[in-house]
Antibody
Framework: EVQLVESGGGLVQPGRSLKLSCLAS????????MNWIRQAPGKGLEWVAS????????YYADTVKGRFTISRDNAKNTLYLQMTSLRSEDTALYYC???????WGQGVMVTVSS | DIQMTQSPSLLSASVGDRVTINCKAS??????LNWYQQKLGEAPKLLIY???NLQTGIPSRFSGSGSGTDYTLTISSLQPEDFGTYFC?????????FGAGTKLELK
């Protein structure tokens, strides 16, 4: 069974950093591109970043470019999102998703507030 | 960036109805269009990928069509478990973008 389990969220002050993790199981993680997608409370979905299976290709939404870094460790079956210079508008439920959304985690909440 | 305009934003329908949800891209997305369903408190679920391909396990009452800039999700006979919010998503070019969503509610 495919499982994606996000962790690392929480309450953080504006300007601070946070690192999210997504532990994958039930499939060959190194064969798939992965994504982070977020959803602000009561709002729609926003694609945040993508990384190819071997980390050769990485893309970011303009809203996070230069502040967020997506990475992966295929030996640990784990996807990461390093978030720096956090803003209140980054407050959202962050999902990791396999490939083009065939599987999603349950999400991890990030709240940016003083 | 490609903008995805989804309509309607709110749709009231009854069990058994045929419903359609539309998504218009600001430029040609070459059928690289997915549809997701999200229920309250849950992660989104992939229904249709690349315009008209039904994801494994999704009932055949769901179908997708379209080309160029215009795409449609159709539910042929609405079931009680189909109520929720639907999103379109283009993956033709970066940055990938979602539609704003269509909330499908019980009339």
């Amino acid at each position: 069974e495919v499982q994606l389990v996000e962790s690392g969220g929480g309450l953080v002050q504006p300007g601070r950093s946070l690192k999210l993790s997504c532990l994958a199981s039930g499939f060959t993680f190194s064969n798939y591109g992965m994504n982070w997608i977020r959803q602000a409370p009561g709002k729609g979905l926003e694609w945040v970043a993508s990384i190819s299976s071997s980390s050769s290709y990485i893309y970011y939404a303009d809203t996070v470019k230069g502040r967020f870094t997506i990475s992966r460790d295929n030996a640990k079956n784990t996807l990461y999102l390093q978030m720096t210079s956090l803003r209140s508008e980054d407050t959202a439920l962050y999902y990791c998703a396999r490939q083009l959304g065939s599987y999603w985690g349950q999400g991890v909440m990030v709240t940016v507030s003083s | 960036d490609i903008q995805m305009t989804q309509s309607p934003s709110l749709l009231s329908a009854s069990v058994g109805d045929r419903v359609t949800i539309n998504c218009k891209a600001s430029q040609n997305i070459n059928k690289y269009l997915n549809w997701y369903q999200q229920k309250l408190g849950e992660a989104p679920k992939l229904l249709i990928y690349n315009t008209n391909n039904l994801q494994t396990g999704i009932p055949s009452r769901f179908s997708g069509s379209g080309s160029g800039t215009d795409y449609t999700l159709t539910i042929s006979s609405l079931q009680p478990e189909d109520f929720g919010t639907y999103f379109c998503f283009q993956h033709n070019s970066w940055p990938y973008t979602f539609g704003a969503g269509t909330k499908l509610e019980l009339k």
